[in-house]
């Protein structure tokens, strides 16, 4: 079977790239600062893709809550000590810098759409030179809303010139095949990254389509890689 679209959307992380050893270790980094004890990697790649806060609750008891600023202070130190850490580990998963090289040749236009803040997508983004091939990129913070509304696809797919029912998107996530579904775009769910072992099997998602490697979801594209 081979799939025909016209664009193809992305979700970053777990995704295109391997950021959870960085994540991990800004989230350990805060909790020790503040006095808390660091966690398992394992413990904390169940909350990678739920973002800052998901992960330092796991690390703060919570009967202990009221007495740590989450939202502020750690979030914070989070965020600076990430920002100032963001490729120490992180690396494209294998395939994909083949899979968006094949995706450019052949001429299919590419987006991410991400939870993770525009200024620190595009500061990874900066170490790697196939990224130039995303015509959009779209943080969390880029809009109003972000996934699972499907206003962030929208944007991206008004700024390609790509209907809905002609696009896309992969992602490993429950919110983002939520969030295509919403979007009355296609969705790929990727076996590769973090999400099932948070949101369950990726079976009961609702995915279009079921994508073990990059390699196996170029060969489904048709592209050449």
Known sequence: ????????????????????????????????????????????????????????????PESERSGYDIEGQMRMTFAEYYTAHINTFTKPFEGIVELCDAAKASGLPMAVITSKYEAMA???????????????LLGCDSLPWSKPDPRPLWEALK??????????????????????????VRSAAALWGYGQSECGPAENWGADLLVESPGALCRLLGLDA
């Open 1 to 60: 079977m081979q799939l025909n679209c016209k664009a193809l959307l992305w979700d970053l992380d777990g995704t295109l790239m391997d950021t959870a050893p960085d994540l991990i270790a800004a989230c350990n980094h805060t909790l020790t600062s503040f006095g808390l004890k660091a966690l398992n990697p394992g413990l904390i790649r169940t909350r990678v893709t739920s973002g800052m806060r998901a992960m330092l609750s796991l690390g703060v």
């Open 122 to 136: 595009l500061k990874l983004f900066e170490n790697y030179p196939f990224t130039a091939d995303f015509k959009v």
């Open 159 to 184: 700024r390609l010139e790509v209907s809905p029912e002609d696009a896309l998107y992969v992602g490993d996530h429950l919110n983002d095949i939520r969030a295509a579904r919403n979007a009355g």
